[in-house]
């Protein structure tokens, strides 16, 4: 996944379903894909093809965008979004907490009544020696300016992988049978704090009310 800045994978069943999911909406409905690794393009655009042939779907309705995602998909979204229009925007990128273009893409009016999926890396914003000035986990989810959030409460491996989704629908369901909670429960709130922290860090909250009550 190195150097991949997706807003779609690229993988079959997950082009397929995004595409069945786009052709039951009634028209008209608009799909974009950012990508700019030149391996995943051609894998990308093979499986788009087999999808909306078997499903029907009008491929003029969708959008295959070569590039980076934060310099490519603010025009999409200002020429195809109005700030009525309901939608999912998915972000699966490595380079999530270092692309203030990203960011900004998060100030659009237009993505009001849009929800936003975030597959990210949550160790690699807690890397303390970069070049460059990174974003926290807790920037890129203020970035959207969502107003509700929720997590699953287990990550993968050692990059700490997760989702962090938001909505400004205050009837969204949480997806329960996804393993995902509400941030701001006492669970999301956890999961949120071991995202944030590294375990050195932890640890060390943890030990100063022991070492207060042996000083005193």
């Not at 039951?24 to 990508?35: F, G, I, K, M, N």
């Not at 975030?118 to 107003?147: C, N, S, Y």
């Not at 932890?202 to 000083?215: K, S, V």
Request: aromatic share 8%.
């Amino acid at each position: 996944m190195s150097g991949a800045n997706r807003w779609f994978r690229a993988r079959r069943g997950n082009v397929a379903s995004t595409a069945r999911r786009s052709s039951a909406v009634s028209p008209p409905y608009q799909l974009a894909l950012v990508e700019q690794h030149p391996a995943v393009l051609d894998q990308l655009k093979s499986n788009l093809v087999t999808a909306c042939t078997h499903l029907g779907v009008d491929q003029h309705r969708i959008s295959v965008l070569e590039g980076p995602v934060g310099d490519l998909a603010m025009p999409w979204i200002r020429t195809n979004v109005q700030p009525w229009m309901n939608g999912l925007m998915l972000i699966d990128m490595n380079e999530v907490f270092d692309d203030r273009g990203l960011l900004a893409i998060g100030e659009l009016p237009e993505l009001n009544h849009v929800d936003v999926a975030l597959h990210l890396p949550a160790a690699m914003g807690k890397w303390p020696h970069r070049k460059q000035a990174q974003a926290t986990i807790d920037e890129v989810r203020a970035a959207f300016h969502k107003q509700h959030w929720q997590l699953p409460l287990k990550h993968r491996g050692n990059y700490q992988w997760t989702w962090l989704y938001g909505t400004n629908f205050a009837d969204m369901r949480t997806l329960k049978e996804r393993g995902f909670v509400n941030a701001e429960s006492a669970e999301g709130l956890a999961q949120l704090d071991v995202l944030r922290t590294t375990k050195k860090e932890r640890d060390r909250r943890y030990q100063l009310p022991l070492e207060m009550n042996f000083d005193g």
